[in-house]
């Protein structure tokens, strides 16, 4: 079964960077499209950013694009996100998962955490 390994969050001030990694394992990863999912609490898991089998982004929530950028490494079975210009509004866990209906995605991983100070 998949297993998913999400770090780099922390704390950071408004406008700052961060780079989150995930890996994953239990799957065939470079045949899979991943994504980048946030939750803040008392929401819903919602995905923010996507990118292809081949590496190609393909989809940026609006409040992201532009200082969002996901990117893999499929011989590290690794999705990375690179966060930039960050706002207090990204505090958020971010998880990593497999793009597919959110209904059929049921196991994840811990989760990282990111919290913008203004």
């Known amino acids: 079964q998949i297993q998913l390994e999400e770090s780099g969050g922390g704390l950071v001030q408004a406008g700052g960077s961060l780079n989150l990694s995930c890996t994953a394992s239990?799957?065939?990863?470079?045949?899979?499209?991943m994504g980048w999912y946030r939750q803040t609490p008392g929401q819903e898991r919602e995905l923010i950013v996507s990118?292809?089998?081949?590496?190609?982004?393909?989809y940026y929530v609006d409040f992201v694009k532009g200082r969002f950028t996901i990117s893999r490494d499929n011989a590290k079975n690794t999705v990375y996100l690179q966060m930039n210009s960050l706002k207090p509004e990204d505090t958020a866990v971010y998880y990593c998962?497999?793009?597919?209906?959110?209904?059929?995605?049921?196991?994840w991983g811990q989760g990282t955490q990111v919290t913008v100070s203004s």
């Open positions: 998962n497999r793009i597919l209906p959110l209904s059929t995605l049921t196991l």
């Open positions: 239990g799957i065939r990863f470079s045949a899979n499209a």
């Open positions: 990118i292809s089998r081949s590496g190609d982004p393909y």
